[in-house]
C-alpha cells in the first residue's frame, strides 16, 4: 500500500499563503517621497498596510528577516485640473497618490517584485483641499494598499 502526500494551502480572507512554509512578513515603514508632502498621509499609509495583513493572513509581523517583505516609499501625491466649468475655471480636482513597491519573497523569489501602484480620487474644486484631504488620502490609501496585498499574497 503505497502513502500518498500533499501540502496544505489555506485560503484565509482572500489570502492564498503556504503557512507551513511563509510563516512571516517583514514590512518596512514607507517613507513619503513626493514633491508635495501632507505628513499625516505617511503613517495613514503605513498603519493601513500594516493593519490589513495582520487582518487578513496569519503571518506574523517581525522587523528583521521576515519571509515576505515589504519596502518602498510613497512617491507621488499630486493634484490635477479634471474638469473645467461654464464659467473657464476648473469645476472638479484629480488627487493621485502614488506608491512605489519593491517585494521580496525569501521562500520563491520568483515572486519578487518592483513595481508602482497608484489610485486617484476627485474632489469638487469650491472645496479646500486641507478640507477633504485626510478623506481623500485614506479613501486612497485604502486602494493602493488591497492592490498591494492582492499583488503579494492573494495570488490574483
Known sequence: MAMASCAI????????????????????????????????MQSIFNNRLTD????????????????????????????YNKGVGS???????????????????NKNHTEDFERQFSATTEYDATQQLINVQEELVTQMTKDITDQIFNATVANW
Open 9 to 40: 494551502s489555506y485560503k484565509f480572507n482572500g489570502a492564498s499563503i503556504d503557512y507551513a512554509v511563509t510563516k512571516t512578513i517583514q514590512i518596512d515603514p514607507f517613507p513619503i517621497r513626493s514633491a508635495y508632502v501632507w505628513a499625516p
Open 52 to 79: 490589513i495583513f495582520a487582518q487578513q493572513t496569519k503571518l506574523r509581523q517581525v522587523r528583521r528577516g521576515g519571509d515576505l517583505v515589504l519596502a518602498g516609499e510613497i512617491v507621488g501625491f499630486d493634484q
Open 87 to 105: 464659467d473657464g475655471y476648473s469645476a472638479q480636482v484629480q488627487l493621485k497618490m502614488t506608491v512605489n513597491v519593491r517585494f521580496t519573497n
